[in-house]
């Protein structure tokens, strides 16, 4: 054998403590020093350096896949002395199960991951405006955090020179003016499944079209709050860019200071969701709800803010959520290079295909806005655009895009935004049409106030962590289903 031999002992010594990083899994050792500070997990991997990392990896399960593999072997330095070894192998351990605490989901939801739990919304339930809260999609990079009794939990405002303003619960509902916002949430890795399939592979979880979900969230202004904890709105500190928000279990994310105090940005500290409090996978008992932007900004469990002139120093603002060019890959990614995704672009989706025909055709509304009478398809689906940008036309296509046309974008059960308001909610939108127009695929794209809309293809857009995976979405014209 040609790999040298080591001693238990010596990877013992490459622990968080150390320089440089060891692990193992089965025999093989590895010096994952390179990789740490490149790791989608953030530093919690150092929990595992100087061992095994066999035990973490049976806990967070989303470890268990080729890919993961295949980048731990490029860290390969050698295998363990067969002394140190029974039955061949190294010993495992046991660790703390960190996600025993979680609390149950609703099972209709479609898990991509358990340990984090990342589940999406049903295709079912993404055809109605607000999503019950049940049914919203859950990503969690790491553990649902235990913060006890929600009145008591605190929120600390770090001011920009150090000094600190506390509130519980209790004090926001108490001295604040309360605001219901309606807004859509969606991951930035919402269709990443679809990227892959259309161009090549990407790291992450392959979400379908169900990381994207809306609610009535109830909370408090940021701004308001900041006002009072000392900030001053109108001529404010320039040393102040940045909002930073630090969650109960380790995440953290920040926007733009700008964003976080703007009279029409409705940054809102929430503490409900569709009137009822928010449940603990959605960030019970405090989240910072940031419409417009990507999702990964609006931080649950919130425990603090930090006014500052720098950004976030997380894994989820610094090495993440952002988008390269087609030619980047991990082992040449300069992340610096690319600032964090904040507002979004252009997206929709196609969530339901039905044949109708007879009587339920002309029971139905279909015929008299189609004018349609005989068997028809009905396509739904729903169309989205990040920075409040109002979305203001839908085309589909039954014929892979050589005929094109505009859906009915549907009002809404109550009306959700006052004059002043942007357009954080998604649209829901519906079209009928002939069964002799079908051809081969369906294919929906959006168009948003600015004229902004969707690329064509995904090769063009590829990005290796597969964000913003927005092109045009395709359904073959056979996955229609019978009324
Ligand atoms: C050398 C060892 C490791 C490698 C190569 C590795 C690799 C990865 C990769 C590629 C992902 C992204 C997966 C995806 O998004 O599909 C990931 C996520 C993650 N890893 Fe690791 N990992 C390692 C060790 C660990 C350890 C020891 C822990 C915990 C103690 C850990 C915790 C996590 C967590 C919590 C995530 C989820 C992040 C998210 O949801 O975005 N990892 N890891
Ligand atoms: N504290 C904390 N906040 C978080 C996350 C997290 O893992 N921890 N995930 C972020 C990401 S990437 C997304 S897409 C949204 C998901 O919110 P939801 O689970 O309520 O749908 O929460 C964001 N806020
Ligand atoms: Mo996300």
Redesign the pocket.
């Known amino acids: 054998m040609s790999e040298p031999l080591i001693r238990l002992a010596e990877i013992h010594e490459h622990n968080r403590e150390a320089g440089t990083f060891w692990?193992y899994r089965g025999d093989r050792v590895?010096d994952?020093t390179d990789?740490v500070p490149n790791?989608?997990?953030g530093e919690?991997?150092l929990?595992?350096v100087g061992g095994s990392?066999e035990p973490?990896w049976n806990i967070?399960t989303?470890?268990q896949n080729q890919?993961?593999y295949d980048?731990?072997e490029q860290y390969f330095i050698g295998n363990i002395d067969p002394r140190d070894l029974v039955d061949g192998k190294a010993p495992a351990g046991l660790v703390d199960d960190p996600f025993k605490s979680d609390p149950e989901r609703d099972s209709s939801l479609m898990v991509r991951s358990s340990r984090?739990c990342n589940a999406e919304t049903p295709a079912s339930e993404l055809g109605t405006f607000i999503t019950p809260a049940e049914k919203f999609y859950v990503r969690n990079?790491?553990w649902v955090p235990d913060v006890g009794d929600a009145e008591d939990h605190r929120l600390t405002i770090e001011l920009i020179d150090g000094e600190e303003v506390t509130y519980s619960v209790a004090d926001l509902r108490k001295n604040f003016r309360e605001y219901n916002i309606t807004a859509t949430l969606q991951c930035s890795g919402n269709r990443r499944a679809h990227m892959t399939a259309g161009s090549r592979p990407t790291?992450?979880?392959q979400w379908q079209i169900g990381a994207i979900s809306t609610a009535t969230w109830t909370g408090v202004r940021l701004r308001d709050v900041l006002a009072h904890a000392g900030v001053d709105l109108n001529e404010p500190d320039e040393d102040i860019k940045h909002a930073q928000f630090v969650g109960a279990e380790a995440y953290g994310a920040s926007i733009s200071f700008d964003k976080a105090i703007d009279r029409h940005g409705d940054v809102m500290l929430v503490y409900a969701m569709n009137g009822q409090a928010l449940p603990r996978d959605h960030g019970y008992p405090l989240r910072v709800l940031v419409p417009g932007h990507v999702a990964a900004r609006s931080v649950k469990w919130l425990n603090k803010v930090i006014l500052s002139g720098d950004e976030s120093t997380s894994q989820w603002q610094k090495r993440d959520y952002k988008c390269f060019g087609p030619n980047v890959a991990s082992h040449n990614v300069n992340w610096d290079d690319a600032p964090a995704i904040q507002e979004t672009p252009v997206q929709s989706a196609i969530t339901g295909v039905r044949q109708v025909k007879g009587d339920r055709l002309r029971d139905s509304d279909l015929a008299r806005v189609y004018g349609l009478e005989e068997e028809s398809v009905v396509l739904e689906g729903y169309a989205f655009a990040g920075g409040g940008r109002e979305i203001i036309r839908v085309d589909v296509s039954p014929d892979n895009g050589k005929t094109w046309w505009q859906a009915q974008l549907l009002p809404h059960d109550k009306d959700v935004h006052d004059d002043n308001q942007k357009a954080w909610a998604w649209k829901q939108w519906r079209l009928a049409l002939p069964t002799h127009a079908l051809h081969e695929h369906f294919c929906v794209k959006a168009v948003d106030e600015s004229y902004n809309s969707q690329p064509e293809q995904f090769d063009a857009f590829y990005n290796f962590r597969g964000n913003l995976a927005n092109g045009w979405h395709r359904v073959p014209v056979s996955s229609r289903s019978k009324d």
């Open positions: 692990v590895y994952i990789w790791h989608p997990g919690v991997i929990r595992a990392i973490y967070f989303i470890h890919d993961v980048i731990l984090p990079h790491l790291n992450g979880l």
